[in-house]
């Protein structure tokens, strides 16, 4: 339900900006703010994301090396 609201908000909002070239003045503030957070959060997890791959690729590593020996 939220989603098609969501949807239906955004599409009139790009349509305005579209036509209008501008933000609606009602909504600057919000918008501003939105995206302030938004980028705040994304730029928190994907710096998690970093650490987290970097520390998965030392611990496989530390695995894998041991194991790399061929049986014959």
Do not use: W
């Amino acid at each position: 339900m939220y989603k098609n609201i969501v949807d239906k908000t955004s599409q009139e909002l790009f349509q305005y900006i579209r036509e209008t070239n501008e933000l609606p003045d009602h909504i600057k503030p919000d918008v501003v703010d939105a995206l302030g957070s938004m980028i705040s959060c994304m730029h928190r997890y994907l710096g998690s994301m970093v650490l987290l791959y970097q520390r998965e690729q030392k611990q496989s590593n530390k695995v894998m090396q041991p194991t790399q020996k061929a049986g014959g």
